[in-house]
């Protein structure tokens, strides 16, 4: 396959389908509301995607670093500490869900359980949720308690895009082989869909990439060929 990770994603969305996705992501995108129950949400009337992964994987940051805005959605080194469903309007058509972490190690697994039923309430049962961006530190790859996330996922049917993190931590060839190991554990399930995009929020690498991803996901932008 092929060396680096630049051409694993490489020539999928042409050059307009990634212009139209920069300008969308560069208007205003403004934080909307933090729900901590599932009576809380907002009325589903938007498109949504939601980001998922295990606290600290780097969704806040990937959120920032999609809209282009350093403290949009609060990035911390604090694991946990993102315990509500925080909902991000952008342009006025799609909303950018940032999902409770999984995978506490420093609250209380009553604690934990809670965040981890309300992020799956939500997931369970939005009917204007387009897609999961399910968060995978590329230096580790999915874990056990990752694959419990895919379950869920699956069970629930909901369409789920595997995205890596935090791509500048290792070399791309090694970014390279987490992307195969990725595609080949997800090959037999159900609702994941069978790209899987690496990502730095740091350095910026692949997002892009993600930016149009997300719009063909929402139907904004036509679906890649590929
Ligand atoms: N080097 C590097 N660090 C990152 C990246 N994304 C996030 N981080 C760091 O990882 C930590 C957790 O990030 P955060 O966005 O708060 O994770 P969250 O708990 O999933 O929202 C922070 O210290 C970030 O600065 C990345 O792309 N590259
Ligand atoms: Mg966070």
Same mark, same amino acid.
């Given at each position: 396959m092929s060396g680096d990770a630049e051409s694993v994603q490489a020539g999928?969305? $042409?050059a307009e389908a990634l %212009?139209?996705?920069?300008?969308?992501?560069?208007h205003p995108v403004s934080f909307m509301m933090g729900a901590v129950a599932i009576s809380g949400l907002p009325s589903p009337d938007l498109p949504e995607v939601a980001f998922a992964g295990r606290s600290n994987v780097g969704k806040s940051s990937l959120i920032n670093g999609l809209v282009g805005r350093h403290g949009l959605a609060r990035a911390s080194n604090e694991p946990g500490r993102t315990r509500e469903i925080n909902f991000f309007v952008a342009d006025e058509r799609l909303r950018l869900v $940032?999902?409770?972490?999984?995978?506490?190690?420093?609250?209380?697994?009553t604690t934990a359980d809670q965040f981890q039923n309300l992020g799956r309430a939500y997931l369970r049962g939005r009917p204007n949720l387009k897609r999961v961006y399910l968060l995978? $530190?590329?230096r580790h790859g999915l874990k056990d308690v990752d694959k419990e996330a895919l379950d869920a996922l699956d069970v629930a049917a909901v369409s789920y895009q @595997?995205?890596?993190?935090k791509a500048d931590?290792?070399?791309?060839a090694e970014v390279?082989?987490?992307? %195969?190991?990725?595609?080949?554990a997800i090959a037999r399930r159900p609702a994941a869909f069978p790209r899987v995009v690496a990502t730095s929020a740091e350095k910026g690498l692949g997002l892009p990439e993600l930016r149009a991803e997300i719009?063909?996901?929402? %139907? @904004?932008?036509?679906?890649?060929?590929?």
């Open positions: 999928l969305f $042409d %212009e139209t996705a920069r300008v969308f992501f560069a $940032d999902l409770p972490g999984y995978g506490f190690a420093r609250v209380s697994r995978i $530190d590329a @595997i995205v890596l993190t931590k290792i070399k791309p390279a082989e987490t992307v %195969e190991a990725t595609l080949k719009l063909a996901a929402v %139907e @904004i932008i036509p679906a890649p060929l590929g």
